[in-house]
Every structure is written in C-alpha cells, then in structure tokens.
C-alpha cells in the first residue's frame, strides 16, 4: 500500500508555546482516531532550527479521502480545537506532494536542542524535502533484505541490541591474520582508563620506525559498538601498507555524553604520536580513520588537533561520517525506515550525545559540521553510499574543507547503504568502493613527507 496524496503545512505558535505545539502534534493523531495508524503511512514533525516556535508537519495518507475520514471526525476535531490557544495565526499549507514508501505508520520528533543554534554558526536552510529517495543497489538490497530485522535504538532496546554491534577479538580479527595483537590501558583526559589495541603486521622489520600507522575509531553511532567494530576495514591497509592499527576504546553515550568522547579519542591520538618509537611508526605517516560515528569523531579529533597544534595528521579518512547533530538535510528525511541507521535512530543518538550539554552551544569538535573554519585540516577521504542518512552533511563536509583551500577526495557511492562495505564486504559495489579508498590511502603514504615531525610540528 503506498501513499499517493501528502502536504506539508507550516505553523507558528505563540512566543515560548513551541513545545506544546509539538506535543500536541505528536499525540493528536493517535488520540484524534486510532484507525488513523492504518491510513496515514508518513508523519513528520520537524522544528525550525533559528525560531523553535515554527513547526512543519509533513503527511502521507493512503487517498485523499481517509485523510478527510479521520479529521472529519468529532474526536480529532477536538484535537484541532486545541490549536486556537497556541497557533499565532492561520497555518500555511505548501503544495501537495506525492509521498511514496512503506505503508508503516511513523512519527518523528525533532528535539529543540538538537536543532539549536551554536554562537556564530547560522541556522541551516531548511530543505525542500522530497520523500522518494534513491534506489539501492541491486545486489545490496537483497543482501540487505535477507538480514533479520532489529529494532531501532532507544531506551528500551539499546541494551538489547548492543550485543550485537560487537564481535570477540578472535573472531574480528581472523580474517587477517597472523597479525602481532597487543591490548593495553591509557589514562584519559579525566584520568579513567581506557582500552586500546595495537595490531601490527607479522614478518615486517619495525624497528627502523617507518611504518605508517592507522589511527582507527570505530562506528556505532557513538552508543555502542568497540574497538575491534569495524577492525577489518584498517586491518586491510595493514596487510598492503605493513601499517600499525591503534584502536581506541572511546566511552560511550548515554552513559557518557558531551566532549567525553572526541577527548578519549584525542588522548588516544596524543599517546600514540608520543609513543611512536615503540611503536616504530613514522609520524609523518599517521592517519586518523573512522566509520560512521568513528568518521565524526576522526574530524572532530582532527579540529581539536589543529586548535591545540597536535600531531601532525597526514591524512583523516572519513567512511559514511556522524557529522552533524542538527539531523535537519534532505538525506537524514529521506531515511526514516527500516534501514542501518535511519534518522530515527540519529535522533537518539544525538540526544544521547549532547544530553550534558543541555541548552548550552554544541561544540563543533562534537559536530564538526558547525565548525566555522574547516581550514588547515589534514588531506581528506570522504565517502557515503547515495541512500543513506549521512549523505548530504559529508557532501557538505568535503565541500567546505574544499572552499577552505585545503584537500578532499569525496565519493558517493551509487546504490549504497549506510555501512555496506563494512556489513557486506565481499558485494561487488563494496568491494569497489574498498579498493578505491585503498588506493587513495597507497598514493597518500607514498607522497607522505619522509622526516618525522618534530617538537615544533607538534
């Protein structure tokens, strides 16, 4: 059953009255009539990122006529009634628009503090939003559809799935070996320990100290996931570059929220350039790499980097990156599923993230898409499946380290997922899209400056 009628309508409510606007929308269709679940297949509620008192909503119904079915009804009428104490005027409607998708009900809430402003960051433009996204690869979309289906995170089900976004040491890392593994601790910025694994090639000479070395932040959204989540990914530039892996146990939210994140993976970054003759890497060659909110943490690390004069970073390799807290492009509305990561889901990761913050401006080392400077960074690998949520913002991302003067290599992949190198790396457009990325990474290291950085440098 799809959706072929929809509209978007604007409201404005009173000063101070946008949070009882919301609430209401989100509670007045369920109360106004229950069969409205069966009839009515979209339902998005969003907020104006620079006047929280503005609300669009944007629906989908099954046919014109059960939209009127149920609003014609006397117990959502009283939900309509409600709007006379809070609306500062008539709503706008837009022009109608044809929704397609699943026919499964949803509603999305888009939080205040993850729409705020941050000092001297302006409000994004709020997107044309068209619902039709791009078709899946072929290949993947089977792939994906055989998979079982797992709720998505909040609440109730994080702890549940979990478990899941992890795999024992042995088994992450079985398909490269022999590697030499060695697991230890670090002291935080706060003085908390902190796994971390270093993973070196068998068979090489590194005591001449000229291995590169791969700084590797793994993904899961920042609420789950470990350091050998994704491991395969920089174990294969282990095996063709004899690179060092150095991967960081970061906490996690909710437990741990604000900048204790991107400050555990700066520690990291920081233990590693220091040790880097025990380790016997070549500064000159180390990387930071990430996936999904590994890639965010790796630019928000990279940004802290630069702020402190830090080691020098050759290069930051940017997988399918977490980026941008606001939720708010065309890409995050176009994903609300049952997909890897749906905006949804980013939702609550986000609010996870920033609970500690509160009302108070995001740092940009946190969501690097607001930084207002993404000058001076490190040469840049960017890249994201075309249907993903994180598509736009790493566009954005790579574009404006571009318009900054600096370096940035960005692919969007056709017909890709978020994560489908990492979930199905043997598929043919994942395959390409690791080799690609490898091959950028040889012709980094091999241009790489062959003297070690010095104090001043640092």
């Given at each position: 059953m799809n959706a072929n009628y929809g509209f978007t309508c604007t409201m404005t409510a009173k000063p101070g009255m946008g949070d009882q606007l919301v609430e209401l929308l989100l509670t007045g269709l369920d109360e106004g009539n229950p069969a409205a679940t069966e009839w009515c297949v979209l339902y998005l509620v969003s907020r104006s990122a620079a006047n929280p008192d503005v609300v669009t909503v944007q629906e989908g119904w099954t046919t014109e006529e059960d939209h009127h079915r149920i609003f014609a009804g006397e117990a959502a009428q009283g939900i309509v009634a409600q709007f006379a104490d809070i609306l500062a005027g008539e709503p706008t409607y837009g022009d109608l628009i044809p929704v397609r998708g699943k026919a499964d009900y949803q509603k999305f809430s888009a939080p205040s503090e993850l729409n705020s402003t941050n000092a001297g960051q302006p409000a994004p433009q709020e997107p044309d939003l068209t619902f039709p996204h791009p078709p899946l690869d072929p290949e993947l979309q089977d792939l994906l559809f055989s998979m079982p289906?797992?709720?998505?995170?909040?609440?109730?089900?994080?702890?549940?799935?979990?478990?899941?976004?992890?795999?024992?040491?042995?088994?992450?890392?079985?398909?490269?070996?022999?590697v030499d593994r060695q697991e230890i601790s670090i002291a935080s910025f706060d003085g908390t320990q902190i796994p971390v694994t270093i993973l070196r090639p068998i068979g090489i000479d590194l005591t001449d100290g000229n291995?590169?070395?791969?700084?590797?932040?793994?993904?899961?959204?920042?609420?789950m996931g470990d350091r050998y989540s994704q491991i395969d990914i920089p174990l294969d530039w282990l095996t063709r570059f004899g690179a060092v892996v150095v991967s960081v146990d970061y906490r996690l939210a909710p437990e741990f929220s604000g900048t204790t994140l991107v400050e555990d993976c700066y520690t990291g970054l920081i233990w590693t350039a220091d040790y880097a003759t025990d380790l016997g890497i070549d500064l000159s060659k180390l990387v930071i790499a990430g996936t999904s909110a590994g890639g965010g943490l790796a630019a928000g690390t990279a940004l802290l980097t630069r702020e402190r004069k830090g080691p020098a970073i050759a290069a930051q390799v940017l997988i399918g990156p977490m980026l941008d807290h606001r939720n708010n492009t065309a890409s995050s509305h176009q994903f609300d599923g049952p997909v890897i990561w749906s905006r949804d889901a980013n939702a609550f990761a986000w609010h996870s993230v920033l609970a500690d913050i509160g009302d108070g401006p995001v740092p940009s080392c946190v969501s690097p898409a607001i930084a207002d400077d993404l000058s001076d960074l490190p040469t840049t690998y960017i890249d994201a499946g075309s249907a993903e949520v994180f598509r736009d913002e790493a566009v954005t991302y790579a574009t404006r380290i571009l318009a900054a003067g600096g370096q940035a290599d960005l692919h969007v992949w056709a017909g890709g997922f978020h994560g489908f190198d990492a979930l199905f790396p043997h598929a043919a457009l994942s395959q390409i899209a690791r080799q690609t990325r490898s091959d950028w990474l040889g012709r980094v290291l091999a241009g790489a400056a062959t003297h070690s950085p010095t104090a001043t440098d640092r």
């Open positions: 289906e797992t709720p998505p995170p909040d609440k109730q089900t994080l702890e549940m799935i979990r478990p899941y976004a992890t795999l024992p040491a042995e088994t992450a890392i079985a398909s490269h070996l022999p291995a590169p070395c791969v700084y590797w932040l793994h993904g899961g959204g920042m609420i």
